[in-house]
């Protein structure tokens, strides 16, 4: 059984930072694509930033310049690192990953339980 398990969230004032971790555990084979997701109240969950097995990062571009994603592959966790926050950032943060399980021929997509992050103005 393969668990997302995050971390980090919480309130921060505008022009702050915060920093996210999403450690994966279990019976895991290889880890493929990480990423970060959000959903604000009201709003469709979106992508926020993704990076590759070979660490080649991708972010939404109201985040760019301002979100910093990168992972550690030996321990099978991406970070979120969140500068600059402003209001409009709040929302709850989701983990994603795709993983290779030692017990599939297969991946399978996996989703963090989500980890509120509060900007105030």
């Known amino acids: 059984q393969v668990q997302l398990v995050e971390s980090g969230g919480g309130l921060a004032q505008t022009g702050g930072s915060l920093r996210l971790s999403c450690a994966a555990s279990?019976?895991?084979?290889?880890?493929?694509?990480m990423a970060w997701y959000r959903q604000a109240p009201g709003k469709q969950r979106e992508w926020v930033a993704g990076?590759?097995?070979?660490?080649?990062?991708n972010y939404v571009d109201s985040v760019k310049g301002r979100f910093t994603i990168s992972r550690d592959n030996a321990k099978n966790t991406v970070f979120l690192r969140m500068n600059s926050l402003k209001p409009e950032d709040t929302a709850v943060y989701y983990c994603?990953?795709?993983?290779?399980?030692?017990?599939?021929?297969?991946?399978?997509?996996?989703w963090g339980q989500g980890t509120q992050v509060t900007v105030s103005s």
């Open positions: 994603y990953a795709v993983i290779k399980d030692s017990g599939r021929d297969y991946v399978q997509a996996y």
């Open positions: 279990g019976s895991i084979f290889i880890v493929n694509g």
């Open positions: 990076v590759t097995s070979g660490g080649t990062t």
